[in-house]
């Protein structure tokens, strides 16, 4: 029998490999616009006619190419980024396969104009379906304008997929947004139909996010900054107040290259945990930073996908990063808009001599479990109202021995910590109770505005959680434990938790019958109100259930949480509104309340005088 295998022409090769690469027109302005980042151009410029399906144009100012590289590149696996097999895992970029333009030109009419830097004279390559028709010396700025005419013109079934001008004008300005969300130190413009549709100039990754999303994004954001041996992390977050109805604004960028990943989008969301409500989205902008070694970027044609090789960690460094980020915010004054980060830098220190970090290892730090720092020193000598009193101090022998602190990126806990100072210092009468709940501090610099029934609830909280998750808090034995009959449910609800109920230091037992007997109470709860306190935690815990998504832990510790807070202020004295807010510093997040609402508005003197500037 005839052989009849034979090989396919490089045409048709390259044009089945195109399907994979270039789906629509976005597709190859994502590959030309990397191409020109790649090409370390300081300005790149993208025009587009008819949603990019007639012409497709990247001007760039970047290092250009030569006579020969100009023909090559257009060759499937043709690259100058790679050389062996090892360089697949070190390259700094995301995975290079030469495969971009020889995609394109097998689909297209492409004209390729390129000058090398230094060089003479230029060169333009016209290629049409993989067939170079010409190639010409030609006068040309130095770097690389590439155009991509009627994409799709020999292959009817792709065009004809193509869908209306507005959708694919969305898909292209999401790419273009990608890459120059990403790349902020470089100058983007674009233009669509000869209209300008962006011109974002050079500045630092807050203002082209920004000049991107719009300038009052400048007071949406929260800066995210980590610096670990596996990751280091920065970029910023919307507040929560700012979630929006739909995705979008959701970016990672992975060694600068836009990626989706749900895996960590999880551990983002885990972060904002019950800030926003259920049906909104949180914005993110994070870069992550990781040696391309232990990623693996060849695992999709479009590289929007990618492998970590130790993902567990990057997701709970990146989860307790946001976290920390959302707790502080108020108090770490966040960057200036117009400032470049180097302008940060107070002169004294600039000129200081560097001194080496002293890292304080922590063997307990668990980045899967939240952590409450809370400072047992601060606070003795105060005077709740009884019951108040009472609870406290016995919260405050439980965390006598030492206990383990979150490790704080320093420059989150350097304001917090000068605040603290600041507070601690302050006389009493500047702890002013305004209408029934907020408090009103003065400092030198601004006041701050504690929302006290909500702050209450936040720390109570936050040190139930940590005794739920640590250890067994110390029960108080009752002399004559009394019997509390309780609905069939309840008492099944009473015996699912009892291990919990038990770490928050109830002693119970089953009498029968639905009754039980209460040995043992929380140290601190004032015996009398038991009874009460916990038939609110149940009915609590039961609410919570049906409405939120909630480990027991957690809802356990909201439950306690609202059935202890204060509910009546009026007899309180200076030194515990004080003790308060020195807690509620003390937080692991000091800006929002258990049920996601905000606690804590902190304004210094520049955002008060923005009051009186018209
Ligand atoms: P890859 O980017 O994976 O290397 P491409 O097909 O996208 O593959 O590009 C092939 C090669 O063409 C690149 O490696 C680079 O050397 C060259 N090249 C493409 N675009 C440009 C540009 N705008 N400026 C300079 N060189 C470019
Ligand atoms: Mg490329």
Redo the contacts with the bound molecule.
Sequence with gaps: MADIIHLLPDAVANQIAAGEVIQRPASAVK?VL???V??GSSRIQLIIRDAGKTLIQVI?D????SET?SRL?FERH????IRKAEDLFSLHTMG???????SIAAIAQVDLK?RLRGSEIGTKVVIEASVCKSQDPVATPEG?S?AIKNLFYNVPARRNFLKSNPVETRHIIEEFTRVAMSNPQIHFSFHHNDLQVFDLREGNFRQRIASICGNNYNERLVPVEEDTTIVKLEGFIGKPEFAKKNRGEQYFFVNNRFIKDSYLHHAVNAAFDSLIPKDAYASYWLKIYIDPAKIDVNIHPTKTEIKFEDEKSVYAILRAAVKRALGKFSIAPSLDFDQERAFDVPLDKLNAIPIQPVIKVNPNYNPFKPETSFNPNIGRDNSWSRMESQRTDQWLKLHQEPIQQTVYNEEVTEPVKELQREMEELPDDRFVLTGSRILNISFKNGILLIDLPGAHERILYERYLHALQTKAVITQQQLFPPRLQLSHDDALLVTELNDELRKLGFDLTDFGNNTIVIHGIPSGLDSGKETTVLQELLEQFRNNRNRLELSADDNLARSMARSMSVKDLRNYQYKELRKIALDLLQCENSNYGVNGKTILVHLNSNDLLNFFQS
């Design positions: 590959e990397e191409n020109a790649d090409a760039d970047g290092g250009g190419m590289d590149s043709a690259t100058s980024k290079f396969r030469g495969e971009a333009l020889a390129s690389t590439l």
